[in-house]
C-alpha cells in the first residue's frame, strides 16, 4: 500500500478504498463534462412539457434542429426569463440527456427587439421560422440555413417587412436545399427566351412551346423578378414592392409549399 506522510514526517498507511473511489470520482468528473456542450442557435418555437417546462426547438448552424427542455421556465420568477422566446438568437449550456438536452444557461446574442413590435415584421419573422424548421434536421450542420435565418431577422429588424424580402428568403431557401428554381432557362427544354409559364413540378420557368401539365402563365416581368430576388442580398434589396411582388411571393409559396409537400400557415397573415 502507498505510503502517506504527515506533518512529523511520519508514514502511515493509505485507507484500503481510498484509491478506487478517487478513480471512481475522477471518471464521474470526466462523464459530467462530456455531457456539458455548449452551442448557438435560433429559437423556432416552444410548446409545453408538464406544468413548469417548456421544450425549446431551436436551429443550430452545428447540431442543426436542437431540442431541449428549459425546466421551471412557465414559472414567474424562471431564471431564464424572456430569453428562450421565438426569434431570439442565443448562447447555450447544454447538459446532454438520454433522448432530450436540458437547458442549464443562457445568454441572448440577438434579441431583435424591433422586429417584435411591428405585426407585420411578425409576420414575415414567422414564415421565416416555419420555412426554416420545416426543413432542419436534426443531427446535421445547418450553417448555411442558420446564416440564411439570421440574415432576414436582422434586415427585419431594422426596417419595415416586405413581399420581396419574404419571396427572397423562400427562394433562397429552396436554394439551400438544392431545389433552387430554374428561372433564367426553361426548366424542361432549356431555352433561354419565352419564358411565360411556370411549372411547380418541373422545377421553374417553362418556355411557351413546353408548357407541361399544370403549368401557370406569367405576367410578362415576374420571371425577370424572381431571378433578380433569388440572388440578391436582403441588406441591399429595396424596401418598396413593384407591380411584380404580389404574383411572385404567391409563386415562390407555391413552389416551396410544392416542394415541402406542407403548407406555410404564417403566409396567411402576410398581405402582399
Known sequence: MPAMPTCCGRSTTAPPGDAPRREAAGFLTSELLMAIRHDTGIVLRTYPLG??????????????????????????????????????????????????????????????????????????????????????????????????????????????????????????????????????????CGRSDRLERFSFAAGGSVCSTCRPEGSVRLRPGVTTHLARLASSEFAVMAGEPDEHSAEAMGIARRFVEYHLDRRLVSLAAIDP
Do not use: W
Not at 434542429?65 to 422566446?85: D, M, N, P, Q, Y
Not at 407585420?120 to 450542420?141: G, I, P
Not at 448555411?144 to 436582422?154: K, T
Not at 431557401?173 to 432557362?185: E, I, R, S, T, W
Open 51 to 188: 406544468e413548469a417546462d417548456r421544450i425549446v426547438v431551436l436551429l443550430s448552424p452545428h447540431q442543426g434542429k436542437v431540442r431541449a427542455v428549459a425546466k421551471g421556465i412557465r414559472k414567474t420568477k424562471s431564471r431564464f426569463g424572456g430569453r428562450l422566446e421565438p426569434f431570439t438568437h442565443v448562447e447555450l449550456v447544454l447538459y446532454e440527456g438520454r433522448n432530450l438536452d436540458t437547458v442549464t444557461q443562457v445568454e441572448v446574442v440577438e434579441a431583435f427587439p424591433r422586429l417584435r413590435g411591428d405585426l407585420d415584421r411578425v409576420a414575415a419573422a414567422s414564415t421565416m421560422l416555419e420555412a426554416a424548421d420545416a426543413v432542419a434536421q436534426e443531427d446535421q450542420a445547418s450553417v448555411a440555413l442558420f446564416d440564411l435565418l439570421a440574415s432576414g431577422l436582422r434586415v427585419l429588424d431594422v426596417r419595415p417587412a416586405s413581399p420581396d424580402l419574404v419571396t427572397a428568403f423562400l427562394l433562397q431557401l429552396a436554394g439551400v436545399l438544392g431545389l433552387a428554381p430554374a428561372l433564367d432557362v426553361c426548366a424542361s
